[in-house]
T-cell receptor
Framework: GQNIDQPTEMTATEGAIVQINCTYQTSGFNGLFWYQQHAGEAPTFLSYNVLDGLEEKGRFSSFLSRSKGYSYLLLKELQMKDSASYLCAVRDSNYQLIWGAGTKLIIKP | IAGITQAPTSQILAAGRRMTLRCTQD?????MYWYRQDLGLGLRLIHYSNTAGTTGKGEVPDGYSVSRANTDDFPLTLASAVPSQTSVYFC????????????FGEGSRLTVL
């Protein structure tokens, strides 16, 4: 079966750095997405990786290793507004998205 | 403001009743999707449409139906609601260009009693 694994919850301190991991087993691979979802709101797109390596976008970076079935989202200089759930999703060989259950990130002052 | 509009935002429904969740987008995206989101589970695809006039079944289609008469509208119907359909429902669209990222509506919280 297809599976996306990510930690259920993480806690970090304002101003620090946090890394959220995502491992996947899917039928084929056509890209990996990270979305941010604040409580009670819709998911919003953060990043997309299709080739191995690091994609940097401001305070957020996303890394992909296709051979290891692994990605991480790196958040730097954490702010209170970064408190949210972070969803990992992989597009499979049928171009359908397989979603992880999300990681709830709690930022403490 | 361009985007996706869902209605209603919240609804309490008696079991056995029929319910239609509406979704309209003004971005002229070809692909549209309906997901449900339940605590502890990832987003699960109910139905999708790659273009107007076509629809397909997702991971959890039973008890739901959709139609895509035009590009903008993609309603989701629960013919006879059951308590297990209590969930938050998200409509999304994609233009299929570049990354093909999804744009989501604000969600419809449905409670079936």
């Amino acid at each position: 079966g297809q599976n996306i694994d990510q930690p259920t919850e993480m806690t970090a301190t304002e101003g620090a750095i946090v890394q959220i991991n995502c491992t996947y087993q899917t039928s084929g691979f056509n890209g990996l997405f990270w979305y941010q979802q604040h409580a009670g709101e819709a998911p919003t797109f953060l990043s997309y990786n299709v080739l191995d390596g690091l994609e940097e976008k401001g305070r957020f970076s996303s890394f992909l290793s296709r051979s290891k079935g692994y990605s991480y989202l790196l958040l730097k200089e954490l702010q209170m507004k970064d408190s949210a759930s972070y969803l990992c999703a992989v597009r499979d060989s049928n171009y359908q998205l397989i979603w992880g259950a999300g990681t709830k990130l709690i930022i403490k002052p | 403001i361009a985007g996706i509009t869902q209605a209603p935002t919240s609804q309490i429904l008696a079991a056995g009743r029929r319910m239609t969740l509406r979704c309209t987008q003004d971005m002229r995206h070809n692909a549209m999707y309906w997901y449900r989101q339940d605590l502890g589970l990832g987003l699960r695809l109910i139905h999708y449409s790659n273009t107007a006039g076509t629809t397909g079944k997702g991971e959890v289609p039973d008890g739901y139906s959709v139609s895509r008469a035009n590009t903008d509208d993609f309603p989701l119907t629960l013919a006879s609601a059951v308590p297990s359909q209590t969930s938050v429902y998200f409509c999304a669209s994609s233009d299929g260009v570049g990354t093909g990222e999804l744009f989501f509506g604000e969600g419809s919280r449905l409670t079936v009693l």
